[in-house]
């Protein structure tokens, strides 16, 4: 149960952005911009899909359920995997998944992220960089880890709900996002 009163029926982030429209707009932006590689990053490598595995990871060190379900359904969605395995394959082991060597070694710069931003080391940025990382690469997988732990520890220090058991649910959203962007006023 949540710990304020937020819209039933809402679940996970979603929630307190109704909650609060002035706080999700921005909130909102920076997700759509972090996010969405070819509309705002043009010079990136990195795909949409592999921001999202980089978000997905973050939310499931953090253990943060509704993060890491919903942004792993919207990678699943973009990375034509139909039946999370590679998502799942992330979570528990991403040096042993199958993602190129690149991803893994910003996926460990966005787990040190995740533990606190002085753990990201000079060893971890030049092996990153060895494997084709770019600066904006490297500038955009340690942003998207510092925001999914603020969002992480938004959705759960509010103790919002999600559908658990139901990943047709997500897979729903998961479809929606990846059309559509995320919206603040998007509740459905």
């Excluded at 995997?81 to 394959?89: G, T, Y």
Aim: charged content about 20%; proline content about 5%; overall charge negative.
């Amino acid at each position: 149960m949540p710990y304020i009163e937020l819209p039933v029926g809402v679940p996970g982030i979603r929630g307190p952005m109704v909650f609060s429209p002035e706080t999700a707009r921005p909130l909102n932006e920076l997700v759509n911009v972090l996010l969405q590689a070819n509309a705002h990053h043009p010079d990136s490598t990195l795909s949409e899909g592999e921001r999202e595995l980089i978000a997905t990871y973050v939310s499931a060190k953090n253990d943060c359920f509704y993060c890491q379900t919903i942004h792993g359904a919207v990678a699943s969605h973009h990375l034509g995997d139909e039946d999370w395995s590679l998502v799942r394959s992330v979570k528990d082991d991403y040096l042993n998944a199958a993602v190129s060597s690149k991803l893994k070694a910003l996926l460990t710069v966005a787990g040190s992220v995740q533990q606190g931003g002085k753990n990201v080391t000079a060893e971890q940025i030049d092996l990153a960089r060895t494997e084709g990382a770019t600066d904006r690469d490297i500038h955009d997988t340690v942003l998207i880890a510092a925001a999914f732990c603020m969002f992480n520890r938004y959705v759960d220090g509010l103790a919002t709900v999600a559908p658990v058991n139901n990943p047709d649910f997500y897979r729903n959203r998961a479809a929606i996002i990846s059309t559509n962007g995320y919206a603040a006023t998007d509740i459905t």
